[in-house]
């Protein structure tokens, strides 16, 4: 993909982030006039949370609105991953050989994906992260700061895996999970 001039960025108070040298122009909530107003056609969603994120492209593509990826200049993403054309792939991750990236997905900074994993719609994979090989992350699953999944895992669908958690055992979807190794909170602690 070829490089994109940025008009601007909408943020949740307006304030947006200092030292991008990108401008604000507006809120969350005024995007439908931000669009309007600076015809733009082409949008990098690059909300953290899964359902906002999910919910906004949805709207975005709806209204006739192109979403794209984002590629930091300082990713490193095998020739041989397919990565979803919305993905957003922040300074310092890795995505493997034959990884699979799928919509909406954020690889957030320093986070690594290694081979043959299969990262589904509008997961969230959270900076530092280490992803082992031949793993599989379902839908709407986030993984927290500095998590680590070790290899041939299953994280289940909108499962919550916390931040430095170390993951030893399948995930069942919509299971939240803490600690090292991990082991779930939202049944009384029994593993995964």
Request: charged content about 15%.
């Given at each position: 993909m070829g490089e994109t001039d940025v008009v601007g960025a909408l943020s949740a108070d307006g304030s947006g982030v200092e030292?991008?040298?990108?401008?604000?122009?507006?809120?969350?909530?005024?995007?439908?006039?931000?669009?309007?107003?600076?015809?733009?056609?082409?949008f990098c969603v690059a909300i953290g949370d899964n359902f906002t994120r999910r919910r906004v492209t949805q709207s975005l593509t709806k209204s006739g609105r192109t979403v794209t990826q984002a590629v930091s200049r300082f990713a490193m993403?095998?020739?041989?991953?397919?990565?979803?054309?919305?993905?957003?792939?922040?300074?310092?991750?890795?995505?493997?050989?034959?990884?699979?990236?799928?919509?909406?997905?954020?690889v957030n900074t320093n986070a690594s994906v290694d081979h043959d994993c299969r990262i589904g719609e509008y997961v969230h994979i959270g900076p530092g992260v280490a992803i082992g090989g031949n793993?599989?992350?379902?839908?709407?699953?986030?993984?927290?700061?500095g998590a680590?999944?070790?290899?041939?895992?299953?994280?289940?669908?909108?499962?919550?895996?916390?931040?430095?958690?170390?993951?030893?055992?399948?995930?069942?979807?919509?299971?939240?999970?803490?600690?090292?190794?991990?082991?779930?909170?939202?049944?009384?602690g029994a593993p995964p």
């Open positions: 030292g991008l040298g990108i401008p604000v122009l507006g809120t969350d909530q005024e995007i439908k006039k931000v669009t309007y107003s600076h015809t733009v056609t082409t993403v095998s020739n041989t991953a397919l990565v979803s054309p919305d993905a957003q792939l922040l300074a310092g991750s890795v995505v493997n050989a034959s990884t699979e990236i799928g919509d909406g997905v954020i793993v599989a992350i379902e839908e709407m699953a986030f993984v927290g700061l680590r999944v070790i290899p041939g895992l299953t994280i289940g669908a909108g499962a919550i895996i916390g931040a430095g958690a170390v993951v030893i055992r399948d995930v069942p979807p919509g299971a939240t999970v803490v600690g090292v190794p991990a082991r779930r909170i939202d049944d009384g």
